[in-house]
């Protein structure tokens, strides 16, 4: 236990240097002796904090290089979600809906805001991406996570907030990679690109409370699927 304690407070030493320092992603950190030294603590300790910060990407550790500030990405996170949910759905728990229910809850309140708002440019992306959505429906009979992914991602790229980026990106990562372990039933990929296309409708006519409905309306096709025994769109 004493350890696991010491190797805790290291690793709260080493986020602290960090941000003291003000330290960047790929920046170098001090190497193991040097933080032995700062910290006064031993070499096992400060490697432990080391890979418990590098598991959650904190902290990057590349052997015969030396240590870095990790990605600070949250894979680590979705990681933990994906297998949180899987488990669970094993035990006959609703968390494929309540993975759903999070995203639904995230895209369906942020859709209207940036109605109105979004730039020419982006709007040009989804109008690329839906029109992938087609192709793909007609000649592979499946529209990609890639394209899929690409088209949310777009959506909120004019509010600017990389971190609600990444969020949102974690759960529609985290969903996706649950149903795809799980073989879960995907739906009809016209259908897919006619909701996408319903979304695009609306945020190229500005109209908050369609987009919305719209999403809504996206997210309940989804639903359906979870539900058992449910198939196609």
């Given at each position: ?40 603590v031993s070499r096992n300790s400060v490697r432990e904090a080391l890979k418990a910060l590098q598991a959650v ?102 509010l600017g907030n990389h971190l609600l980026s990444e969020v949102l990106d974690a759960f529609w990562a985290a ?59």
């Amino acid at each position: 236990m004493a350890r696991r304690v010491m190797s805790d407070e290291v690793q709260e030493r080493i986020k602290q240097l960090i941000l003291l320092r003000r330290l960047a992603p790929g920046d170098a950190l001090p190497t193991e002796s040097e933080l032995m030294r700062h910290f006064g603590v031993s070499r096992n300790s400060v490697r432990e904090a080391l890979k418990a910060l590098q598991a959650v990407n904190i902290v990057d550790i590349r052997h015969g290089f030396g240590t870095f500030v990790g990605s600070l990405s949250l894979d680590s996170f979705v990681e933990g979600v994906v297998f949180r949910a899987a488990v669970r759905h094993r035990h006959g728990e609703p968390s494929l809906y309540e993975l759903l229910e999070v995203r639904e809850a995230l895209e369906s309140g942020l859709i209207g805001s940036v109605s109105g708002r979004v730039p020419e440019a982006d709007l040009a992306a989804l109008r690329e991406l839906v029109e992938t959505m087609k192709r793909e429906a007609a000649t592979e009979g499946r529209v990609t996570a890639a394209t899929d992914r690409a088209f949310h991602i777009a959506l909120y790229r004019s509010l600017g907030n990389h971190l609600l980026s990444e969020v949102l990106d974690a759960f529609w990562a985290a969903l996706h990679r649950v149903r795809e372990e799980l073989r879960e039933v995907h739906q009809d990929p016209h259908v897919t690109h006619a909701r996408h296309q319903d979304i695009l409708t609306a945020l190229e006519a500005g109209d908050g409370p369609a987009a919305a409905d719209a999403m809504r309306h996206h997210f309940a096709g989804i639903r359906h699927l979870l539900t058992p025994g449910a198939a196609g769109g």
